[in-house]
DNA sequence: TTTTTTATTGAACCCGATGGCAACACTGCC
DNA sequence: GGCAGTGTTGCCATCGGGTTCAATAAAAAA
């Protein structure tokens, strides 16, 4: 899918992608950036961020925009939502598949035209339930724009 | 609420909380330092997200965490989701109400405690969906970590 | 190989947001 | 009133994720 495209699978590119493909969870640019510098000392982190976009464009990989943080990345499975620890930042997959026509819940409704949705789990993760001081721990202030059960 | 926790309500505190409760929409940070200004020409833009984040820690406002744009503010009614426009970030209400329970759905499934969730739909806004080259337009590359009906 | 086009590098830059700190202003209290 | 004590402000520097730019390198085309 390069050719049409005028793009070209250049060495960055395609360590890029296959160290991602290695590496489990939804990592950062920067966690990317580290990994990938190992094999390529040279690389820059624009190329990196400039190689994700592209990537995630093509379809290769997906780009997380979650709350508040930092772009994350992974390979493209299957579509689903995700969970995010409010204290650590560290996000996994959500047991959840998507809900289909969600968003035409509301298409009547707004002036918007709705084309799509985003669904975000926040909790605390097993590391950061057991051992409040955990490493990256941030002040945890209840998220009142949450809607979480009294 | 100010008395048992030592806060004191400032001028400034103050006019940012009665000029954030005559604005309508989701202001930005930068948007609710301008309105403040005109009151108090030498207020700092510090000391506008200090109190802000003050406010929303009282619950006197809600400070809202959507994903890839910076922070919004508006005064607390009842909670609701929204919906941003992905063109100019216009952020609305979404009419639909809190699911009650909704994070119970993956209580058991995930090695996190779940304590909340977040739902954010995107689309475009009335400007943008008619006139596509309206101010703020981005580039729109379809965001393939939403999920998009085919 | 030479030409043309696209990609990378490294640094500077942008922008929202935060932190440090001296000066300031309330709040008791004498 | 004068005086601590402490919360707050204004200012400025800094941070951090992310992007842009001119120069250079590399890949595809001729």
Redesign the interface.
């Known amino acids: 899918m390069l050719k049409e495209t005028n793009l070209r699978m250049t060495r960055q590119r395609r360590v890029i992608l296959e160290e991602l493909r290695k590496m489990d969870g939804h990592p950062t640019a920067d966690k990317i950036y580290a990994v990938v510098r190992k094999r390529l000392p040279k690389i820059s982190l624009g190329t990196v961020y400039r190689n994700l976009e592209v990537l995630?464009?093509l379809?290769e990989i997906?780009?997380?925009?979650?709350?508040?943080s930092q772009?994350r990345f992974d390979c493209?499975s299957d579509?689903h939502y995700h969970?995010r620890?409010?204290c650590c930042d560290r996000v996994?997959d959500?047991?959840?598949g998507?809900?289909?026509?969600?968003?035409?819940?509301?298409n009547g409704?707004?002036?918007?035209?709705?084309?799509?949705?985003?669904?975000?789990?926040?909790?605390?993760?097993?590391d950061c339930?057991e051992n409040p001081t955990s490493p990256g721990l941030k002040k945890f202030?209840?998220?009142?724009?949450?809607?979480?059960?009294k």
């Open positions: 995630s464009v379809g997906q780009k997380l925009e979650l709350s508040g772009k493209i579509f969970i620890c409010t996994d959500a047991p959840m998507p809900l289909k026509d969600f968003e035409n819940r509301i409704e707004t002036s918007f035209k709705v084309l799509g949705h985003r669904i975000e789990f926040v909790g605390l993760c097993p339930r202030i209840p998220p009142n724009h949450l809607h979480v059960e």
